[in-house]
């Protein structure tokens, strides 16, 4: 059964880089040729997408984050990761790690249980 | 970017009853929508894609219908796990978009 949990600091300072990395069990990133996200959610709101990552390390990113986003993937540690430089307060969020169904951009099928990144000095 | 726009915000059925959400895309999407359910402190769980069709695990008493820029997720007979908010997202064009969410909650 297909896993995932995000990790990183809960805490991160104002101008500083939030990193999280989404370890994935249950599946092989490379075999499974899938497409992996993340998605945010600040508190009491919506979802946000942030960007898709191939299993070859093609990206795809929001418009809105690109110049600020940068994802990697790990296909020998069978996990994905994210950076986002220079956050804000509007930076804080549940960030969550997801797959696309099948092996297209599709739905996101399965979700990790999220991660709360608080930005704050 | 395709702006989805769901409606109402907020939907109050009593349980048992059916409720009826709405997902507007600004342009079409063809086929290619999803909706979620998202309990307190949860993330979103799949309920349908491709506009119309069930995740694994998900009863008959949910249904979307709809294609291009107007779908309608319908959820009938509600029971308690049904009172939560729901997203639908497009994942027809760069960039993915999903909705403001609509509440459902108890009448």
């Known amino acids: 059964q297909l896993q995932l949990q995000e990790s990183g600091p809960g805490l991160v300072k104002p101008s500083e880089t939030l990193s999280l990395t989404c370890s994935v069990s249950?599946?092989?990133?490379?075999?499974?040729?899938?497409?992996w996200g993340w998605i945010r959610q600040p508190p009491g709101k919506g979802l946000e997408w942030i960007g898709t990552?191939?299993?070859?390390?093609?990206?795809f990113y929001n418009p809105s984050l690109k110049s600020r986003v940068t994802m990697s993937v790990d296909t020998s540690n069978n996990h994905f990761s994210m950076n986002l430089i220079l956050v804000t307060a509007a930076d804080t969020a549940v960030y969550y790690c997801a797959r696309h169904k099948d092996s297209g951009v599709t739905a996101y099928q399965s979700w990790g249980q999220g991660s709360l990144v608080t930005v704050s000095s | 970017e395709i702006v989805m726009t769901q409606s109402p915000a907020t939907l109050s059925v009593s349980p048992g009853e059916r409720a009826t959400l709405s997902c507007r895309a600004s342009?079409?999407?063809?086929?290619?929508l999803a909706w979620y359910r998202q309990k307190p402190g949860q993330a979103p769980r799949l309920l349908i894609y491709?506009?119309?069709t069930r995740a694994t695990g998900i009863p008959a008493r949910l249904s979307g219908s709809g294609s291009g820029t107007d779908f309608t997720l319908t959820i009938s007979g509600l029971q308690s796990e049904d009172f939560a908010v729901y997203y639908c997202?497009?994942?027809?064009?760069?960039?993915?978009?999903f909705g403001g969410g609509t509440k459902v909650e108890i009448k």
């Open positions: 997202q497009q994942y027809n064009n760069w960039p993915l978009t």
């Open positions: 491709a506009a119309s």
């Open positions: 249950g599946d092989s990133i490379s075999i499974s040729r899938s497409y």
């Open positions: 342009q079409s999407v063809s086929s290619d």
């Open positions: 990552i191939y299993y070859t390390g093609s990206t």
